[in-house]
């Protein structure tokens, strides 16, 4: 039976650890409760931007509206290149979270390495990035901070890159793959082909072809263009603020259970020093009862 | 007359969503009301200010930045980057919501002359509330 001693230091270091853990839920609740805020607002925004784009690619593909050469929205068959951009956390102890991103990620990867198609990885998130480093996987580039303050102007510079070499033809696709709140319990792996915009959720009906889609003529192309930068920037913005209410409700739940364990294992550390306890004081007794007898 | 379903967001919420009677929007090539019916449209704003004529004919203002509209039969939605609405319960609030909208419209209007007729139209919605 373990020494009195080794089982109290024991206790006082798991409870010690309780009281971290126990911080660090709380402090992850009180974040969270802004970051879900700030992603709930903006998660209206974002549904109908993707929805106006939708519609204007189905309508593109449905009533073949003709002279609109804008090379993201159409369909590229045999793609060479594509950028795969994902978003994970900074910091870990935050159970399961990063992990699911960079498995999607690695499995992405292998899949258009199966079909020989050539990736250029671009992370956002320490824990992401350091992963594949240290697994020898090339990254065209990395910000690191960006994830846990997101920044409109940052992210907005950051994907600038991907919608230009898309339109110059370096890349055939991107996706955004990150994994997003859906509530405090749960997150949801999003794996979003934000380019070419996909017209598959559009339904091509009769009423849709009757009503032509109608833009200003003279500047077309420009506002397709405009439009389509907005629509990749904000797509990546709300990426971020999605991911980190994410990151804290994962923390959260993660932070819950190492409080629990925690408690769990000073219960049973007690009744083992109660035990080696009980044991020493038996011990003690019989070595006088003992005594007393041999003095008779 | 008739009313057609509004929806104006922003990425901080929604700040119009309801039945309006016209919209009146500053569009890349100049200004243009929509009224119910309208044909589908989908177009590009400007910075400046929309228009809204409410059910009870009162007409409310907003300032923009940057917008996306998409028009069609039955409804009409607005994307925004940026908006201050110009509205409140009472004098006090209305003259915060002009002083916010006019600093909104100083950081995102690149000339002198924009800025100069926008705030006159923000002034005069303002002056009508009161």
């Known amino acids: ?3 009195l001693k080794d089982i109290q230091r024991q206790i006082k270091s798991v409870s010690n650890t309780q009281k971290t853990t126990r911080a660090m839920k709380l402090v992850s609740t009180a974040k969270l409760r802004r970051a879900e805020e700030l992603a709930s607002r903006s998660r209206l925004y974002a549904q109908k931007m993707n929805q106006v784009i939708a519609e204007i690619a189905g309508r593109i593909e449905c009533a073949k509206v003709g002279g609109i050469d804008n090379r993201c929205f159409h369909k590229i068959e045999s793609p060479k290149m594509v950028d795969i951009v994902f978003v994970t956390a900074d ?3 935050c159970g399961g979270f990063n992990i699911q991103t960079i498995k999607a990620v690695s499995k992405l990867i292998k899949e258009y390495k199966a079909q020989n198609v050539k990736v250029r ?3 956002i998130g320490k824990k992401g990035v350091e992963f594949f480093k240290y697994n020898e996987v090339e990254l065209f580039d990395a910000v690191i901070d960006l994830s846990s303050k997101p920044e409109k102007t940052r992210s907005d510079s950051f994907i600038r890159t991907s919608i230009l070499d898309f339109k110059d033809g370096k890349i055939d696709a991107l996706h955004i793959i990150y994994n997003g709140y859906k509530n405090m319990l749960t997150q949801e792996l999003h794996i979003n082909n934000i380019l070419p915009i996909d017209t598959t959720k559009f339904e091509c009906s009769e009423e849709t072809d009757r009503s032509m889609l109608e833009i200003e003529a003279q500047n077309e192309e420009n506002m397709l263009d405009s439009l389509v930068n907005k629509y990749v920037d904000y797509n ?9 209410a994410a990151e804290h409700s994962a923390r959260m739940q993660a932070m819950d259970t190492a409080t629990n364990n925690a408690k769990e294992m000073v219960k049973s550390l007690n009744v083992e020093f109660n035990k080696a306890r009980q044991a020493a004081i038996t011990t003690e ?3 006088i009862i003992s005594g007393v007898e041999s003095m008779k | 007359m008739e009313t057609f379903r509004l929806e104006i967001l922003t990425p901080n919420g929604e700040i119009y969503n309801g039945s309006a009677l016209s919209v009146v929007l500053p569009g890349e090539e100049g200004e243009f009301g929509v009224l119910a019916h309208h044909s589908s449209l989908t177009t590009l704003l400007t910075s400046g200010v929309v228009d809204v004529e409410k059910e009870d004919r009162c007409v409310e203002s907003i300032v923009i930045n940057w917008g996306v509209v998409q028009v069609d039969e039955k409804k009409v939605i607005i994307l925004v980057e940026g908006a201050a609405p110009i509205r409140g319960e009472n004098e006090a609030e209305i003259a915060k919501a002009l002083e916010d909208a006019k600093m909104f419209i100083k ?8 800025i ?7 002034e005069s919605a303002a002056q009508k509330l009161i």
Not at chain 1, 236 to 244: E, F, K, P, R, T
Request: proline share 0%; hydrophobic share 50%; glycine share 6%.
């Open chain 2, 107 to 114: 950081d995102i209007a690149d000339s002198s002359s924009a």
């Open chain 1, 121 to 123: 990885l671009r992370g």
């Open chain 1, 91 to 93: 910091k870990g102890l």
């Open chain 2, 116 to 122: 100069a007729s926008v705030s006159a139209k923000i």
């Open chain 1, 285 to 287: 007794l019989i070595e």
């Open chain 1, 236 to 244: 990546l913005y709300y990426a971020l603020i999605d991911s980190v």
């Open chain 1, 1 to 3: 039976m373990a020494n």
